[in-house]
């Protein structure tokens, strides 16, 4: 069941894109975005040869308490004042469409921009418990994935309900860029430079390494 819609004028609209634009998708509270973010999108937008990266911002984790959450303006406001690249675009468009879940969010996006070259991106973290989401299979049956390393999750990652089901659509991570527009399921998992850094330990005031 769809939320009920909220649309705010500069805030909840798609980006604007052209046919045949390879485009990642990176999506979370982003409660704050900060560089560990940055670096993630920095790197997907060279390893994946992207053309534009989207960043969704989540009216709100069905998987975690989002009791004092702040709002999705202010939240999308503060993510675009951290970003540079002109690559890089911040919307909270799923809040416009009611949407909750991931799966929803990809199947809107193929259904309405079916000739632009879709890639959903996460961190090593969230494939430990991709299984917890809703219709998870049918994200990778929707779009390629590729997923980026976490410090600490890539034992967990690497051996996740999900890693282990869809091994087999696991692509060499040598040539990340030919996944965008790979037949699906298709997934990437990339190695590189990390951050220690969570919006978690952000809020708690923490400061952790950054490598």
Not at 6 to 13: R, S
Not at 130 to 150: D, G, S
Not at 162 to 187: C, H, M, N
């Amino acid at each position: 069941m769809l939320r009920p819609k909220l649309k705010i004028a500069g805030i909840t609209e798609i980006p604007p894109s052209g046919s045949g634009m390879r485009i990642g998708l990176f999506g979370g509270s982003f409660n704050p975005l900060h560089d560990g973010h940055l670096l993630v999108m920095e790197e997907s937008l060279r390893r994946l040869q992207l053309d534009a990266l989207w960043v969704l911002v989540t009216p709100g984790n069905p998987l975690k308490n989002n009791a004092g959450l702040p709002s999705l303006k202010e939240r999308v406001l503060a993510a675009r004042a951290r970003i540079g690249d002109p690559r890089i675009k911040v919307t909270g468009f799923e809040a416009a469409l009611g949407i909750k879940y991931t799966w929803q969010t990809l199947n809107h996006l193929v259904t309405a921009l079916p000739d632009r070259r879709f890639v959903w991106i996460m961190g090593a973290d969230s494939l430990a418990d991709m299984h917890k989401w809703e219709r998870w299979r049918q994200i990778f049956a929707t779009t390629p994935i590729a997923v980026y390393a976490r410090p600490g999750a890539a034992r967990k990652a690497l051996v996740s309900r999900a890693s282990a089901t869809f091994d087999y659509a696991k692509r060499d991570e040598d040539a990340p860029a030919l996944i965008v527009g790979a037949q699906t399921p298709a997934w990437v998992y990339l190695q590189g430079r990390q951050s220690n850094l969570s919006s978690s330990a952000i809020r708690a005031g923490q400061n952790p390494a950054v490598s």
